[in-house]
């Protein structure tokens, strides 16, 4: 019923939004945020080693991502977008859990190369990971990754052309290096709201 509830939500927003539709100019300025899921990919051999023991004993997991930030037109198919984004993968059971939080900044452009409303982002990604980790009554670390430049590529179709409140949908990918020779490769599916 959640799931249904879930992937309804958008739909309700997109028809409602679509029948009271005027085509507008684009702002200079705009915010959007997005939600989703994402699929992390740790270069770190401990967190394999710990999502792999987690699986075989049967732990719950969700993995959300997210971000909010900001976009500031050049001109009609170009804009700077500037956002804050996180990749939450939480791990549990009854007594003991695996906790992924991932914090990044990106900073970039995004592009309308005319087809239609989709659009391409690419972005220099600063960020780090944070890991609360207990597996056992005799291990439990709270540890931080280094800070990593790495970088993003999204792509993202809107559901209307213009300005004003605009749902769209996306895809990306964001590399992120972790220090000591291990990287993090994050992708994420997502429903954005724009507001430009």
Partial sequence: MKKKLFLLIPLLIISSLAFAREEKDRKFFGFQFALGA???????????????????????????????????????????????????????????????IDYAFCLGFQFYPGWGNLSFTLAYALGYRADFIKLSDEYAEARKTKWGNGFKFAMEYDFFKGGGTIPAAGISYRFMPRGYDEYDNILSIYFRLAFR
Wanted: hydrophobic share 35%; aromatic share 20%.
């Fill in 38 to 100: 994402d699929i992390p990919f740790y270069g770190d051999s401990v967190q394999w080693n710990n999502h792999e023991r987690m699986s075989n004993d049967k732990y719950g997991r969700v993995i959300l991502g997210g971000d909010v930030g900001f976009t500031l037109k050049f001109a009609e198919p170009l804009f700077m977008v500037f956002d804050f984004e996180t990749c939450s993968d939480f791990a549990f059971n009854k007594d003991y859990n695996c906790n992924c």
